[in-house]
């Protein structure tokens, strides 16, 4: 059973350390005393420290005995290096030990040097409840870290959760179809590469075949215009040769009406010579 209090004392000193114990439990406050909460069989030591280190606060019982015992004095600087509250009780006048002095000069202690002893037991119940009433409620700005500590938790608990979902499918999925996944994850990025380059390369195909298509326009324009020169040339070419040809008929047509001219002035002088010669 969990404890708030942890009753340290010398043996010379039991019959008040258990008049502490029963004033403290009587208000509720639950506390941890040897040897009644030392369980058989479990080693003392580890007993002893899981007992101050579950312990919130450390009652002294502060005498002639306990001032010098080694015990006391090792329970005591495990509270103080825990940083529980320790609170003396004096039953004896003594001064502190060097040891003691080192771990509790700076706490405040209650004095019960003076009869009856259930009256400073009281106040002693008060101030332990008090610290304990102290330490339930944390300063603002201890509740203002531990909601945000609360609130980090939530959230890394949620994306926990959020990253659980997200890898359930590949779980959910048996050994043949996880290397399906895994082919198809491979093979993806490869398929995507391969089909960028091919249109970036049709791309480029096309754009370099309509940079041909105009070269070949014009080549074909060129043609085009040297076959119509050569066309004209011939033409004209015809058209001064033709007059000559249609010279050359002209010439034999005139040819047979000069010569029959020519007959037609010989033929009369001949028969006018052979009449001149028929009258002789």
């Known amino acids: 059973m969990p404890h708030e209090v942890f009753i340290c004392y010398a043996s010379h000193d039991k019959a008040v350390a258990e008049a502490v114990c029963t004033t403290l439990e009587s208000r509720h406050i639950r506390c941890w005393i040897a040897p009644r909460d030392v369980l058989p069989g479990m080693e003392w030591a580890e007993t002893i420290v899981d007992a101050l280190d579950g312990s919130r606060v450390l009652v002294l019982v502060l005498s002639s005995s306990s001032n010098i015992s080694p015990q006391v004095i090792r329970e005591v600087g495990r509270a103080a290096s825990n940083s529980t509250p320790i609170i003396p009780l004096r039953i004896d006048d003594v001064p502190l030990s060097k040891a003691m002095d080192y771990f509790i000069s700076r706490h405040q202690w209650l004095d019960a040097l003076t009869p009856p002893l259930k009256k400073h037991l009281q106040r002693l119940a008060d101030t332990v409840q008090q610290i304990l009433t102290r330490e339930q409620v944390p300063p603002k700005g201890i509740e203002i870290t531990e909601a945000e500590e609360v609130k980090k938790a939530k959230e890394a608990e949620e994306r926990a959760r959020k990253e659980a979902e997200k890898t359930f499918w590949w779980r959910s999925l048996n050994r043949k179809q996880r290397q399906i996944a895994c082919s198809v994850i491979i093979v993806s990025p490869i398929i995507i590469a391969v089909s960028i380059f091919l249109i970036f390369y049709f791309m480029i195909g096309i754009g370099s075949t309509n940079r041909e298509i105009p070269e070949s326009n014009e080549l074909v324009e060129e043609i085009e215009g040297s076959?119509?020169?050569?066309?004209?040339?011939?033409?004209?070419?015809?058209?001064?040769?033709a007059p000559a040809e249609e010279v050359e008929p002209a010439e034999?047509?005139?040819?047979?009406?000069?010569?029959?001219?020519?007959?037609?002035?010989?033929?009369?002088?001949?028969?006018?010579?052979?009449?001149g010669l028929y009258r002789r």
């Not at 050569?230 to 058209?239: D, L, S, Y």
């Open 227 to 241: 076959v119509a020169e050569e066309t004209v040339e011939e033409a004209a070419a015809e058209e001064e040769v």
């Open 252 to 275: 034999e047509e005139a040819a047979p009406a000069e010569e029959a001219k020519t007959i037609a002035v010989i033929v009369p002088q001949v028969e006018h010579s052979s009449l």
